[in-house]
């Protein structure tokens, strides 16, 4: 995790060297914001990354002598037969056609993430993969 702090460290730097000269050649604010967006989403990660780092043990991605299988185990749990992320695919879609076609579409699209929001979030708390 650390090399991967130090790599959105200087794309960080990269993208707001970016974003100053384009705000100065081009006098457009559009892109801009969306260059400094950039780089504060990109300080944001290296940040998190680099905070995580030093809490957890050291995987092989951060030692230089490490063998690709030195990383091989389970890399945590996936939910293998959840249909709420379909669900959360779906809302999301109408909602962003929603600001295309009109924003009453939000009035169907919002129940539906909601709803499938709180079901993937409570997935293992209740029906047949409650644990015990």
Not at 61 to 69: F, K, L, Y
Not at 96 to 105: D, E, T
């Amino acid at each position: 995790m650390k090399e991967q702090g130090k790599i959105f460290g200087g794309l960080s730097i990269f993208i707001l060297a970016v974003a100053i000269t384009y705000g100065l050649w081009s006098k457009e604010a559009a892109g801009t914001t969306a260059l400094f967006l950039a780089f504060g989403l990109c300080i944001f990660i290296a940040f998190y990354l680099g905070f995580t780092a030093r809490r957890v043990d050291t995987g092989a991605g951060d030692n230089p002598e490490a063998e690709v299988s030195d990383d091989a185990g389970e890399q945590g749990f996936f939910s293998p037969h959840s249909w709420q992320p379909l669900g959360l695919g779906f809302g999301g879609a109408l909602a962003f056609l929603g600001v295309i076609f009109g924003w009453w579409l939000l009035y169907w699209s919002l129940p539906i993430i909601l709803v499938s929001l709180w079901g993937w979030v409570f997935e293992y708390y209740r029906g047949e993969n409650q644990n015990q």
